[in-house]
């Protein structure tokens, strides 16, 4: 994720919009696209695999994002923003981590699991500060400390209630958990670190398709001309939101865009009770009412730090 900031050095698209309501509407939506655009395009794809849909979403991302890109930055560029082998190695782990995130989620859309899916992506912040504590010796506050802890207890009661370890919600916190983090540490710019990450996974991707299509399994061609090009705008469906995520992210303080984030997992959880029809039990109920309250704890106190923040600034000035 891209560190935001209070005030962009960008200049705003369009000139006269205010800055702070241009990134509100771009981070915005990409965070719609996430929870609500994402999850029913893809369940449009169930007839197949999510590791085709991955091969193909790699593909079709590199292929946009080189457009852009290559005209912008230059080929030097790019390989610039590589820079070195141990920054390549680090590109390989986020890679891999990604890959992980991807396959996991369109698993979860197309096997109805968009309700676990959308806990992992609220179990995300707190995984996030946890990770915070254990790799950027950062420090939780008294209520950060009782909203994790609340947070924790939430999905210990969902996993007794299961019988077994929600194992979709939990990929996903830790696997966006820790590529964000190891991007924070590496300080990765966004667009060259998705172009190289994706360009990885280019060659076991096209592998993987071009074995799929010598097997005649591979679902490009057989299913119509709709599947087809849902395929390929698969591409567009990865790299626009991030686009604007970014947008936002230049424009909007760190604990505005934390805000905003929760619009995501918002909307795949009411995607999969009210339009899908997956189960929302009592043990859901206890669960997401402890994340909700955990995150409100969290966001107030994000909130009343920066409001302090602000006034010892003013004072000493």
């Known amino acids: 994720m891209a560190e935001s900031q209070s005030q962009s050095p960008i200049t705003p698209l369009g000139g006269g919009h205010n800055p702070a309501t241009l990134g509100f509407l771009a981070a915005f939506s990409s965070f719609v696209i996430w929870g609500l655009f994402a999850p029913v395009f893809f369940k ?8 085709e849909i991955v091969a193909h979403r790699v593909v079709w ?10 005209p912008t930055r230059g080929l030097s560029g790019i390989l610039q923003g590589v820079g070195s082998w141990r920054r390549l190695g680090v590109f390989l782990v986020t890679t891999a981590l990604i890959a992980t995130n991807w396959t996991v989620f369109i698993w979860a859309i197309t096997h109805g699991r968009l309700v676990e899916s959308s806990l992992g992506y609220y179990i995300n912040p707190i995984v996030n500060v946890l990770l915070g504590m254990a790799f950027l010796n950062e420090r939780l506050s008294r209520r950060q400390g009782i909203a994790v802890l609340i947070a924790a207890a939430g999905v210990f009661s969902l996993v007794l209630s299961y019988g077994s370890v929600p194992w979709v919600a939990f990929a996903l916190a830790l696997s966006f958990g820790f590529y964000a983090l190891v991007r924070k540490k590496a300080a990765i710019d966004p667009m060259i670190g998705l172009m190289v990450e994706t360009a990885l996974l280019v060659p076991p991707a096209l592998g993987y398709l071009l074995w799929l299509n010598a097997n005649g399994t591979g679902s490009f061609g057989m299913h119509g001309i709709g599947t087809d090009l849902l395929m390929v705008m ?12 970014m947008i936002g992210a230049a424009r909007l303080t760190l604990s505005t865009l934390g805000l905003i984030q929760y619009v995501g997992p918002t909307g795949q959880l009411l995607l999969g009770v009210l339009v899908y029809g997956e189960a929302f039990t009592a043990s859901h109920a206890v669960t997401f009412a402890c994340i909700w309250v ?5 966001s107030a106190d994000t909130l009343f730090a920066r409001r302090d923040r602000i006034r010892a600034a003013a004072a000493a000035e």
């Open 44 to 51: 449009q794809l169930g007839n197949v695999g999510a590791v």
């Open 61 to 70: 991302t590199v292929v946009l994002i080189s457009a852009w890109l290559l």
């Open 234 to 245: 698969a591409g567009p469906v990865t790299a626009v939101p991030l686009v604007l995520f």
């Open 294 to 298: 955990a995150l409100a704890l969290y």
